[in-house]
């Protein structure tokens, strides 16, 4: 029995590597006394089950854990080569989970709280997210799946450009599309360059490029990586640098806004959202850039008594 992050690893048995549930249901009990006598700690029942590993999948770490099964799958000396090795799987639920922030009824839409947003950080913004998820199940063998996820984010991302624009998707198309350079070679997908004065190289956003093929490469793990001194004005001091409003554009009297949590953008009850509640949400930002009067508006919404004070 092995811990990690998530857990226990659950026990999978199968009669064909000489293993069946009664001898498994002991090998666990044993390692539950071994833990509780010895070390002090306690096997969480919810965490540990003893499943078929060829009928039904154990869960570990987001990883669905199969025994394989596949006769016809041989190697260079006709012997079966898969069958009784632990398979990791991409979970069905979990793609149905990430794909739902993107669809509405089953169809892609866009994401018009980023609209605000200028193109490279909506392009970049989506490449992570996805980014993120592919290379989490790199290890899979079903990693082909995840580009069910690539095409509803994809359309969510034209459509979100499409938005912002005020154009069609196939001009998105038109305007963003790019051949990028991947160590897999040249692939289709969309990019954003932005040109930076001073000789600077350009800042590069792009979209697609990664593949879904499975990489049990192993990969260096980096346990005391070099500390980076950032000597770089952090975005918020940026942001007061611009002397300008993020909500009208007024340069007079510039200060910020601060709100306690981001939860308390969405209070239950209210529907309709103020445009600095918004424009906050969407950044994901706790403060906001504002001139005298809009600061005014923001704290004294609706209440022109307080505000004439």
Request: proline share 6%.
């Amino acid at each position: 029995m092995l811990r990690g992050a998530g857990g226990e690893i659950p026990p999978a048995y199968s009669p064909a590597a000489g293993l069946h549930r009664q001898e498994a249901a002991e090998i666990t009990e044993q390692i539950g006394t071994f833990l509780r006598e010895e070390l002090a700690l306690e096997l969480s029942p919810v965490k540990t089950l003893l499943t078929h590993g060829r009928t039904q999948a154990a869960r570990f770490l987001g990883y669905e854990l199969v025994v394989l099964n596949a006769d016809h799958k041989r190697d260079q000396r006709g012997h079966r080569s898969i069958n009784a090795a632990i398979g990791l799987k991409v979970p069905v639920d979990v793609i149905h989970a990430k794909c739902a922030p993107y669809l509405h009824h089953g169809r892609p839409i866009r994401r018009t709280e980023r609209t605000v947003n200028t193109d490279f950080s909506i392009v970049a913004q989506f490449q992570a997210e996805y980014r993120g998820v592919a290379e989490y199940y790199r290890l899979a063998f079903n990693r082909h799946r995840l580009g069910y996820l690539k095409y509803v984010m994809e359309r969510s991302l034209t459509k979100t450009l499409a938005r912002k624009y005020r154009i069609t998707v196939p001009q998105v198309y038109r305007r963003y599309r790019a051949v990028l350079d991947t160590e897999h070679g040249p692939r289709r997908g969309l990019q954003v360059v932005v040109a930076r004065e001073g000789g600077r190289p350009p800042l590069v956003a792009h979209w697609g490029g990664i593949s879904l093929a499975r990489d049990i490469t192993p990969r260096p793990l980096y346990d005391n990586p070099p500390r980076i001194w950032n000597s770089h004005r952090s975005e918020l001091v940026q942001r007061l640098m611009a002397d300008a409003c993020e909500l009208c554009g007024s340069g007079k009297q510039v200060e910020v806004h601060h709100i306690r949590a981001l939860k308390d953008l969405n209070p239950q009850g209210r529907k309709q959202q103020p445009a600095w509640v918004m424009r906050m949400a969407a950044r994901r930002r706790k403060t906001l850039v504002v001139c005298r009067a809009c600061h005014k508006d923001i704290h004294y919404q609706g209440c022109p008594t307080r505000q004439s004070r």
